[in-house]
């Protein structure tokens, strides 16, 4: 089973914080890999939020293959961070040579274009470096989007931790939003894109759970956006889901939840909006999933939202302070790295409703 944590903050945190999350959970995960994307970055990002990041992992040919499409496309790198290795004998990891974190201007021809264009322009660009990876086993592109930073990698999370020295804290790296998920895709091949949490767009989800729809999703979802590709994970799914609702359809974000696990009909004839209910149930039906689950998000205005499959059969629980609200599967996690809550607050999402947490960290709780 997987471990998984969504934290978001009023002040700037270091993944150390994530590692120490997943740490207390360790019997929930069978060590297999550590992932991570960090979102509304501080430390020596915080001059460039405007700017996309470029979150790689390559062999030296693809490090090569990535910098030259980039440079045709003309975008230009402003800045560069490297992790500090520390390649200890013994570690369990299965690092790739090179590990690229690149802040790049846009090209020019986009310096006059609008939020929408630079968006496309990213999405597209992303896809082809991810394209042009996959050939020969080149490497592997996770996002390329501003104020967003992502890590895969297969192994021990505490020595993935060690590996790039993510246990000791420093003002460099750091973020307000860090999502995390212990254990890679086991019920498949391993490969480092089936790690969540999965980012398209602007949007990042992660599971705790699997998907026994995960066929039907897919089949669907393939003709629907550009960007649904891979399918690495059953999990995938839910990503893709929730940007074709919302990002897509533009519909309003309540109802994913009414996609993905659509009350009875005996329920909607209840309702005042039935109408709605069953035109989405009879429209979107590939789109339901099944099995049970959890699924946390991250959406593009930074709003953390929680929900779980229709019988809750897996667990997650929603810890706060003032200043910080952290989403897991456990709440151990949340005793270690948010001691000093008040627990009385906790939330333990039930199967009908979706939990958001604002910007303003401010908790509501959507019944379906």
């Not at 104020?147 to 020595?159: M, R």
Request: proline share 4%; with cysteine.
């Amino acid at each position: 089973m997987c471990r998984i944590g969504a934290i978001k903050s009023k002040k700037y945190l270091h993944p150390s914080i994530a590692l120490k999350l997943m740490r207390s959970q360790q019997k929930g995960h069978d060590n297999s890999g550590f992932a991570f994307v960090m979102q509304d970055l501080g430390g020596i990002w915080s001059a460039y939020k405007d700017l996309p990041i470029l979150s790689m992992a390559a062999t030296v040919e693809g490090t090569r293959k990535a910098e030259d499409i980039l440079h045709d496309l003309g975008f230009t790198r402003v800045l560069q961070w490297a992790p500090d290795i520390n390649n200890q004998i013994g570690l369990k990891i299965e690092p790739m040579p090179n590990y690229i974190f690149e802040t790049f201007q846009y090209p020019k021809s986009h310096k006059y274009a609008t939020k929408e264009e630079k968006e496309e322009l990213l999405v597209d660009t992303a896809l082809l470096l991810r394209k042009e990876l996959e050939k020969n086993n080149l490497g592997y592109m996770y996002s390329f989007w501003p104020d967003v930073l992502t890590l895969k990698e297969i192994g021990s999370p505490k020595d993935i931790g060690t590996y790039f020295g993510l246990w000791g804290e420093n003002e460099d790296l750091c973020a307000k939003i860090i999502t995390a998920q212990c254990r890679q895709n086991t019920n498949y091949d391993i490969v480092r894109y089936a790690a969540h949490p999965f980012f398209l767009d602007g949007y990042t989800v992660l599971a705790n759970g699997e998907n026994t729809f995960f066929e039907k999703n897919r089949d669907y979802q393939q003709s629907l956006y550009k960007g649904y590709i891979g399918f690495e994970s059953d999990s995938q799914c839910f990503l893709y889901t929730l940007h074709y609702i919302n990002k897509i359809l533009k519909w309003p974000l309540k109802y994913y939840k009414h996609t993905i696990t659509p009350l009875s009909y005996e329920e909607i004839e209840k309702r005042p909006d039935k109408e709605i209910l069953l035109r989405i149930k009879a429209s979107l039906s590939h789109l339901e999933i099944n099995g049970p689950n959890t699924i946390l998000s991250v959406l593009p205005t930074g709003e953390l939202m929680c929900v779980c499959d229709a019988k809750k059969l897996r667990p997650v629980v929603v810890g706060r302070t003032e200043d910080t609200v952290i989403m897991t599967s456990e709440v151990t996690g949340i005793n270690d790295v948010l001691s000093n809550r008040d627990v009385s607050l906790d939330i333990y999402p039930n199967e009908h409703e979706t939990v958001v947490v604002g910007n303003d960290l401010s908790v509501e709780r959507w019944k379906q």
